[in-house]
T-cell receptor, first 119, second 111 residues
Framework: EPEVTQTPSHQVTQMGQEVILRCVPI?????FYWYRQILGQKVEFLVS????????KSEIFDDQFSVERPDGSNFTLKIRSTKLEDSAMYFC?????????????????FGPGTRLTVL | EDQVTQSPEALRLQEGESSSLNCSYT??????LFWYRQDPGKGPEFLFT???AGEEKEKERLKATLTKKESFLHITAPKPEDSATYLC????????????FGSGTRLQVQP
C-alpha cells in the first residue's frame, strides 16, 4: 500500500541552525502539506502546496519557514534559523486532486513524522 | 475559540465494553469531518471522512456518524489493540484544505 515517507525520523539541532525536513508524498497525489505537533498539544496546520506553489499557510508559517518540491518526488520543509519553540513532531501529508463537484475534500494521508529537537 | 472540540480527553474501557467518542464543531460551514487514529510517536492514520449530516461510515469495530453540530466515533466491543488517541479534524473554510484538529481522545482498552 502506498505511503508517505519522511526523513530523518529524528533531527537534533542547535538553536539558530537551519534544518531541512524531507518527505516523499504518495506518487499520484498532487496536494502536499506540513503539520506540526508540539508535545502534548494539537496537530497544527503549517502550509499546503499545489501546482508548485503555496496554496495556504497558517500564522505559524512565517518567513523562517519555506517549502520546496525540488524534484518529482520530494517535498521539503526548511526552517532557516531554528528556535527552541520549533521543537515538535513535523508531519508531512498528501492528498489526491479534488474530485469532481463541490464539497469534495480528499483524505490527507500522513507520514510517520520527523521529531525535531532544538537545543 | 476552539472550533473543533473533542471529549472526553481520556477514556479507559474494559475489553468488550462499547462506548462513543464525541467531536463537536462550532462553525456553521463545516466542509468535511475526518477521523484519524494516532499511536504514540506516529503520524495520524486516516479512518473516515464524513461530509453531510446523517452520514455514517463503518470499519471493523468503529462507526463514525455526523450531525449538524457533532460527530461520534462509536467503538463496539473494543480490543486492547484499539488503544490509541483518536483525532477528529474539520475542513472549516470554503476553498481551503487545511485540517483543524481537535485535541484528541486517549483511549485505553484493558484486557
Amino acid at each position: 500500500e502506498p505511503e508517505v515517507t519522511q526523513t530523518p525520523s529524528h533531527q537534533v539541532t542547535q538553536m539558530g541552525q537551519e534544518v531541512i525536513l524531507r518527505c516523499v508524498p504518495i506518487s499520484n497525489h498532487l496536494y502536499f502539506y506540513w503539520y506540526r505537533q508540539i508535545l502534548g498539544q494539537k496537530v497544527e496546520f503549517l502550509v499546503s502546496f499545489y501546482n508548485n506553489e503555496i496554496s495556504e499557510k497558517s500564522e505559524i508559517f512565517d518567513d523562517q519557514f519555506s517549502v520546496e518540491r525540488p524534484d518529482g518526488s520530494n517535498f521539503t520543509l526548511k526552517i532557516r534559523s531554528t528556535k527552541l519553540e520549533d521543537s515538535a513532531m513535523y508531519f508531512c501529508a498528501s492528498s489526491e486532486a479534488p474530485g469532481v463537484g463541490s464539497g469534495s475534500y480528499n483524505e490527507q494521508f500522513f507520514g510517520p513524522g520527523t521529531r525535531l529537537t532544538v537545543l | 475559540e476552539d472550533q473543533v472540540t473533542q471529549s472526553p480527553e481520556a477514556l479507559r474501557l474494559q475489553e468488550g465494553e462499547s462506548s462513543s467518542l464525541n467531536c463537536s464543531y462550532t462553525v456553521s460551514g463545516l466542509r468535511g469531518l475526518f477521523w484519524y487514529r494516532q499511536d504514540p510517536g506516529k503520524g495520524p492514520e486516516f479512518l473516515f471522512t464524513l461530509y453531510s449530516a446523517g452520514e455514517e461510515k463503518e470499519k471493523e469495530r468503529l462507526k463514525a456518524t455526523l450531525t449538524k453540530k457533532e460527530s461520534f466515533l462509536h467503538i463496539t466491543a473494543p480490543k486492547p489493540e484499539d488503544s490509541a488517541t483518536y483525532l477528529c479534524a474539520g475542513v472549516i473554510d470554503t476553498g481551503r484544505r487545511a485540517l483543524t484538529f481537535g485535541s484528541g481522545t486517549r483511549l485505553q482498552v484493558q484486557p
